[in-house]
């Protein structure tokens, strides 16, 4: 049968809650208390990055979903509609058909 592991302590979370209670004390004092604590070496560095880590997700704030993007403007029928009247005034399908071919050229240019 497998050994039981012993319940794991979270080492960011102590350092979290000491500088919380301690506000005064830099990572070099802190590192001192948590080493005692965890009988482990802790260096202040690895104290900078758990409290920098912390105060950077503190000032994320929780991570919500964006906006969606807007819809497209009217519905495609009322534009085919808009499309159709268009092409009306203008000559027919043929003549805007051939207009927007002599338009399409020029922005190639």
């Keep these: 049968m497998a050994k039981k592991t012993a319940e ?6 102590i350092i979290r809650n000491l500088a919380a209670a301690n506000a005064g004390l830099g990572p070099k004092d802190l590192a001192g208390i948590v080493s005692k604590q ?9 104290i900078s990055t758990v409290l920098s880590n912390a105060k950077k ?6 991570t919500t ?13 009322a534009n085919l509609l808009t499309v159709a009247t268009f092409a009306k005034e203008n000559g027919g399908i043929g ?3 051939s207009a927007l071919d002599t338009l399409d050229q ?3 240019v």
């Design 8 to 13: 794991r302590v979270n080492k960011s979370e």
């Design 95 to 97: 003549a805007v058909r």
């Design 65 to 77: 979903p964006g906006r969606r993007g807007r819809k497209p403007a009217g519905s495609g029928q």
């Design 106 to 108: 020029l922005a190639a």
């Design 57 to 62: 997700k503190a000032a994320n704030g929780p």
């Design 38 to 46: 965890l009988k482990q070496a802790i260096t202040p560095m690895y």
